[in-house]
C-alpha cells in the first residue's frame, strides 16, 4: 500500500473559519476526512500535518524519509518565499504534488511565483477543496506508474 502524507502550511487551520469567499466554507478537519475516503476507496494509506512554523514543517519532511511515497503540500505563503521548504523536499526525495485552493496565478504579483512548483511532480491550483482531491488522485496515479 502506498503512503501518502499531505502537509498543510501556515494558516491553514482557519480554513472554513473565515475567508470562505476565497477559501470556501469546508474547515481543515472536513477537506481530510473527505481525503481519507477518497485514499480508503485508492487503497492509500493517507496522514496529515498542518504546522504554522516553517521550521516544524521542515522537521516533518524529514520525518517522511523512509515513510511515506509521497507528500501532497499547500505551503501556503511559504510557498512564494521558502527555499527551506524547497531545499527540505528536494533532500528527501520523495515525489511532491504542491496543492493551492485558489488560482494563485490570478492574484496578486507576489503569488504568481512558487519557488516549491520546480521540484514538484506538478502544481493544482484554483479549485477550493477540490484541488486536494484532484491532488490525490495525481499522486495516486503517479505512484502507480512507477515513475
Ligand atoms: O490558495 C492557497 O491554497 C494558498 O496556498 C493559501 C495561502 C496563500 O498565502 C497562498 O498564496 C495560496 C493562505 C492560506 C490562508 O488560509 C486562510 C484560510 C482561512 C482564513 C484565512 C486564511
Do not use: C, W
Amino acid at each position: 500500500m502506498k503512503r501518502v502524507l499531505v502537509i498543510n502550511g501556515p494558516n491553514l487551520n482557519l480554513l472554513g473559519v473565515r475567508e470562505p469567499g476565497i477559501y470556501g466554507s469546508l474547515s481543515l478537519a472536513s477537506i481530510e476526512d473527505n481525503l481519507k475516503k477518497q485514499a480508503e476507496s485508492l487503497g492509500i494509506h493517507i496522514s496529515f500535518f498542518q504546522s504554522n512554523h516553517e521550521g516544524h514543517i521542515i522537521d516533518r519532511i524529514h520525518d517522511a524519509m523512509g515513510e511515506s511515497d509521497g507528500i501532497i503540500i499547500n505551503p501556503g505563503a511559504l510557498t512564494h518565499y521558502s527555499y527551506a521548504i524547497r531545499d527540505a523536499l528536494t533532500t528527501v526525495k520523495i515525489p511532491v504534488v504542491e496543492v493551492h485552493m485558489s488560482n494563485i496565478h490570478a492574484r496578486e504579483e507576489f503569488r504568481h511565483k512558487s519557488v516549491v512548483a520546480p521540484i514538484a511532480v506538478g502544481q493544482i491550483a484554483g479549485f477550493g477543496d477540490g484541488s486536494y482531491y484532484l491532488a490525490l488522485d495525481a499522486m495516486g496515479r503517479h505512484l502507480e506508474s512507477g515513475k
